[in-house]
């Protein structure tokens, strides 16, 4: 009979051409025959390479490499001496091993031997998973070649080893040197190597995206190669995709987006991942790191995933000092830590930006790097486990998925246990209504192969019935505000979760007019006035509208002002879109507690005049205005993609169907709301919804002279950068005319030479081409909090000022003001505005305020 090898890989054999050398002083009697001699070295190298242990054998005791411990790094010391001492593969026909020497000056394809990492990997065949292909690397640095639209090295083969011959992972780099904008056009075209197979095995080898990290080499310092840019930028070291990925004793180095591996199992033992906010991704099913050290930069570690399990981790902190704190999840992740050093003593540490109300986070013996224990701020979202709980994520239970699946080599230890509950999958939010129809949560245990039994508990004004692993939740609510209510769900083991449910009163009936609404015109504005009977509740909430239309019953309404966030826009500023035109009021009344009544209609008898309208002049923080009109269209939006080709837009489609004069116009998804991150969360305005979406408001009339705006902005990023990538921008035009594509303004934009740098340039356009006029500034690190940015056209003097509110923390210092100045050649007549945001969704902008301002008038 055989047994597998524990903690090795299977390869053929090696025929020895001299004596088989001591690899170990304390190696052993390996081949159980009473003495320890050099058989026992030629037995341990014989069964490391086949993977087979021969029943009466002993490897697993063996400490080949001497290092007082048994793993996997004595088969890589025995594959190491072996090649040392010039061992020869036998490439027969049950073979699938091929090395790798960068020495060599050509490949040699008839000793399956090749110089570099791709010829090996063109020739290497697709194993199986009783006999997987072996690649063998002997140390050395090996460069990739990707491009900019090609990854390094992809991996798409099954049941492939790749095997450092080293137990140092430093000793055996394989590395690119592409980032977004730099050598890649993007993000997932930047990774020295990405992989989509199953079965892949990664072992002593060091994965380098040195675009912005140098690579150093201690073995041979001549070998080590210098990064390609101090700008920082998206520069993937790895991603993969697939199943039983195993990756042990490895380093995945890069600095921005250093690692997502989508595999539906990964398993990392006593790797290293270093990298900077968001570094680490994994959306495909479970990530296991096992004793794994990760190194983080900056402020997030895991950018989003599914699952992942650190176990016996140490997470180290490198970033520069200051007070934002370090949050272990940026977006949203199941992650479990297990007997983890977090280093909570060396500044705030949090679960993440975004509290989410579930247990989204487990725990268990948490210290920081004094061995005291870790505190991570607000457990409100995450739960200790007890150790019953945490055993559940033993590694057999976790990887074992429906195949048996066994990298850690556990199973004899754990599967008498059975599979215990590791979590349980509910409902995040729910809300009911008192007097209405009941709200359902669904609890699904996870993994499904465990107990699913659960038991629901409440908090609350609601009562609940359960029905298997479901249960019903009913409000009662008797007061006049919503409430919060708690569902827990309980598995066998004691593992829970929990379901935020917003119980909202009764809802009466909608309220009544005491005074019927009528309009009236003021002072430039036009006004709808009213009263409600709001019964018990305290607010009206009433939903009103405005609308602009072509005569008095109605025809060619559209909508020009509305109500949000539960507050009627009681009053609509007159501009001179509206004169010659009717103006309708339509009113559904309404309050927090009722629901919400038939709408009324007030048409103002008289067409607007320009006495009616007092001032040319726009202000508007957007909280009325409508941000989706019905006349945006797919080929707007796809002709404005081809716009971030160039640094600045060179040609600009010649018009913008649907424009409606005198108001507001919006293409691509915008919204009203709160925006997120550090400084914008508590911001409200109009936010970037989609890449390439515009703001334009059109005069009705081509007869202004000088103009100027006031743009009160904050991006959601938090660094200064501004966008999501280098060479990422946004535009701010005064004296635009949507219909010929002319103006004039600012060019804001993330370098792509400095990092944490906003570049603002002066542009002019006409008809459609730009040119950019003067000099260009920059302001490092510090647009980031209410930024202000004001354009000035006198005559043929264009101003731009940028400020920011943002003040260091560490240092007490603000940012310093900018002014760019510059001459424009054309000088229109034309009065309009547009905001074009080029940057993708993860770098937001939140329009706050926005003011237009107009000189004397030419005739």
Same mark, same amino acid.
């Given at each position: ?41 030629? /037995? ?87 006999? =997987? ?29 790749? +095997? ?26 930047? /990774? ?22 140098? +690579? ?84 997030? +570690? ?38 983890? %050093? ?49 055993? /559940? ?192 009021? +339509? ?35 957007? %909280? ?32 913008? =169907? ?39 408001? /059109? ?161």
């Amino acid at each position: 009979m055989k047994k597998k090898l524990k903690m090795t890989f299977a390869v053929s054999l090696l025929v020895p051409t001299m004596a088989v050398p001591s690899f170990g002083a304390t190696l052993g009697d390996v081949n159980n025959d009473g003495q320890i001699t050099a058989d026992d070295s030629s /037995a341990a190298l014989q069964i490391c390479l086949t993977g087979i242990v021969p029943e009466n054998c002993l490897f697993e005791m063996a400490d080949v490499n001497g290092d007082g411990i048994v793993d996997s790094r004595d088969s890589a010391h025995i594959l190491q001496k072996a090649l040392d001492n010039n061992y020869e593969f036998n490439n027969g026909e049950t073979s699938n091993i091929i090395t790798v020497n960068g020495s060599l000056s050509q490949d040699d394809p008839a000793n399956n031997t090749y110089a570099t990492i791709e010829a090996a990997y063109e020739a290497a065949p697709a194993g199986t998973a009783e006999n =997987p292909t072996v690649i063998s690397i002997m140390p050395g640095v090996y460069r990739l070649h990707g491009d900019e639209s090609k990854n390094g090295l992809s991996i798409t083969k099954d049941y492939l080893t790749f +095997v450092g011959l080293s137990d140092d992972p430093n000793d055996v780099v394989i590395a690119d040197n592409r980032g977004n904008n730099q050598g890649a056009s993007g993000n997932y075209n930047s /990774a020295t190597v990405v992989s989509n197979c199953t079965g892949l095995t990664l072992k002593n080898i060091s994965i380098y995206n040195y675009c912005n990290v140098d +690579v150093p080499y201690a073995k041979d310092p001549s070998q080590a190669l210098t990064k390609r840019s101090d700008l920082e930028t998206q520069a993937f070291a790895y991603f993969g995709g697939g199943d039983k990925h195993f990756y042990d004793n490895c380093q995945f180095i890069s600095i921005l987006d250093t690692f997502e591996n989508d595999v539906k199992r990964g398993y990392y033992k006593n790797c290293y991942i270093q990298g900077t906010n968001d570094f680490i991704m994994g959306w495909g099913g479970i990530q296991v790191l096992d004793g794994c050290t990760i190194n983080s930069l900056s402020n997030h +570690v895991v950018g989003g995933g599914e699952k992942f399990l650190f176990k016996d981790c140490t997470f180290q902190l490198n970033k520069p000092e200051g007070t934002l704190p370090t949050y272990l999840c940026k977006g949203w992740a199941d992650i479990t830590l297990l007997n983890c %050093q977090i280093p909570t003593d060396k500044g705030t540490y949090q679960w993440t930006p975004s509290l989410p109300g579930q247990y989204t986070f487990q725990y268990r013996n948490l210290t920081d790097s004094t061995g005291a224990k870790a505190n991570i701020v607000d457990d409100s979202c995450a739960i200790e486990l007890t150790d019953e709980q945490a055993d /559940a994520y033993n590694l057999w239970n976790v990887l074992r998925g429906d195949d048996d699946w066994d990298p850690a080599n556990c199973r004899t230890q754990y599967e008498n246990k059975g599979s215990e509950p590791m979590r349980i999958v509910t409902n995040d939010a729910i809300t009911v209504k008192t007097g209405e129809a009941s709200g359902t949560i669904t609890a699904s245990v996870y993994p499904a192969r465990a107990n699913q039994n659960v038991t629901f508990t409440a908090e609350g004004d609601v009562t609940i019935e359960q029905n298997g692993n479901k249960c019903t939740v009913t409000a009662n609510n008797h007061t006049l505000n919503p409430t919060t209510a708690i569902v827990t769900a309980t598995a066998s083991n004691g593992i829970k979760n929990k379901t935020v449910v917003t119980v909202e009163p009764k809802i009466e009936d909608a309220p009544t007019f005491t005074k019927e609404p009528t309009v009236n015109i003021s002072n430039g504005a036009i006004n709808v006035d009213y009263a409600l009977d709001l019964g018990v509740a305290s607010n009206d909430t009433s939903l009103i509208t405005w609308y602009r239309c072509d005569d008095a019953e109605g025809n060619g309404a559209i909508a020009i002002a509305d109500s949000k966030m539960d507050t009627p826009t009681k009053s609509y500023t007159l501009c001179e879109g509206d004169i010659g035109k009717y103006i309708k009021m +339509v009113i559904a009344p309404d309050s927090e507690l009722s629901k919400v009544g038939d709408a009324v209609t007030v048409m103002y008898p008289n067409p607007i005049t320009a006495d009616d309208v007092t001032s040319a002049n726009i202000d508007t923080n957007f %909280q009325s205005v409508p941000t989706h009109p019905p006349f945006i269209t797919t080929d707007v939006l796809n002709s404005v993609l081809e716009d971030g080709v160039t640094p600045y837009r060179t040609l600009l489609e010649k018009s913008i =169907p649907g424009t409606v004069k005198g108001k507001w116009n919006f293409i691509g998804d915008w919204y009203y709301n709160y925006g997120s991150g550090t400084y914008a969360s508590n911001v409200k305005g109009a936010i970037t919804g989609t890449r390439y979406c515009r703001a334009i408001y /059109a005069q009705p009339t081509n007869n202004y002279g000088d103009m100027s705006a006031v743009v009160d902005l904050t991006p959601e990023k938090t660094a200064g950068q501004g966008f999501g990538s280098a060479g990422q921008y946004e535009e701010l035009l005064i004296k635009f005319d949507p219909d010929t594509q002319t103006g004039c303004g600012i060019h804001y934009m993330r370098s792509k030479s400095m990092t944490n740098t906003i570049e603002f340039q002066l542009m002019e356009y006409k008809d459609g081409v730009g040119t950019p006029i003067g000099d260009m500034q920059y302001i490092q690190a510090g647009f980031r909090d209410r930024c202000r940015i004001t354009l000035d056209l006198t005559g043929t003097t264009l101003t731009a000022n940028v400020s920011s509110q943002y003040v260091d923390a560490l240092t007490g210092e603000g940012v310093t003001p900018i002014t760019l100045t510059g001459t424009i050649t054309n000088v229109t007549n034309f009065g309009g505005f547009e905001i074009y945001h080029q940057g993708s969704t993860g770098g937001r902008y939140v329009f706050e305020n926005v003011s237009l301002n107009y000189g004397a008038r030419t005739k």
